[in-house]
């Protein structure tokens, strides 16, 4: 089955912080080769889906355990697209499950790069059904690996992967990549490039709380300036003296006078 369609993205946002390398994982990599040449490299610390309330399905050890049986086969790799396939066979009642993951490499004027993205991840399962998530913030430069401690349809992992349509069978399934890593471009020497994560400089709970240590700095720096001022002004009234002005003899002579 060859997912119709691929999603045209807007133009990434630089914000996220760039890493020299990635961490160490359980699992070694998926290396993905084409025509003899390695142009996909995949790797997560667990993959797990759900179908509706039936049990969790873990795909981990099927995919980088010592004795993995997932199939590569219909993956493909292009300059500006790549694909890649996860043919897991039979797995307890699903049939036939397949994972696809479209990715595409494109040139930003506004970053004056070019950025790969995540489009879309494709689950196809009993030969004929099918659920599609649109991914969302999952990209990295093109000469970069992109990661991320959770790329999921979950709620509480921020739904990087968002269900196509509420209609279909996607708002049903439930997809979680864990420590996810992934390049499709550039490769070289079988080797993750430098890590592009997906953790911002600035969350919403960091910006929070940087504004309010700001308010409370400002109400501290204003306290201890009404302090030094008050403390100012006590001292000019402890050492403030009675002026004495001399009086001259014609003011003397008018007040004996008046007397």
Excluded at 220 to 238: F, G, Q, T
Aim: net charge neutral; charged share 20%; hydrophobic share 40%.
């Amino acid at each position: 089955l060859q997912p119709s369609g691929w999603p045209s993205r807007a133009p990434p946002r630089s914000r996220r912080k760039l890493l020299q390398s990635s961490g160490s994982l359980p699992y070694s990599q998926l290396n993905v080769a084409i025509n003899g040449r390695t142009c996909i490299l995949f790797r997560a610390k667990k993959l797990a889906i759900r179908f509706k309330n039936h049990t969790l399905v873990d795909l981990t050890e099927r995919i980088f355990g010592p004795s993995a049986l997932v199939d590569t086969k219909g993956s493909t790799c292009s300059k500006d697209k790549a694909m890649l396939t996860l043919r897991f066979g039979d797995v307890e009642d699903l049939k036939g499950l397949v994972i696809r993951l479209l990715m595409s490499n494109m040139f930003y004027e506004s970053a004056g790069q070019n950025w790969f993205t995540l489009d879309s991840v494709h689950i196809h399962y009993n030969s004929t059904l099918e659920a599609t998530f649109n991914a969302t913030e999952v990209y990295a430069p093109a000469t970069y690996s992109y990661h991320c401690q959770h790329v999921s349809s979950l709620q509480k992992y921020d739904t990087l992967l968002v269900p196509s349509s509420h209609s279909d069978s996607s708002m049903h399934w439930h997809i979680t990549f864990t420590d996810f890593q992934i390049q499709a471009f550039n490769v070289q020497s079988d080797q993750f490039a430098s890590v592009s994560d997906c953790a911002t400089f600035f969350t919403p709970a960091i910006l929070m709380g940087l504004i309010t240590s700001l308010i409370l700095l400002l109400v501290l720096a204003y306290a201890l300036h009404m302090v030094v001022h008050l403390k100012s002004i006590d001292r000019y009234e402890e050492h403030k003296t009675t002026v004495y002005f001399p009086r001259s003899p014609e003011t003397e002579c008018a007040d004996k006078y008046s007397l």
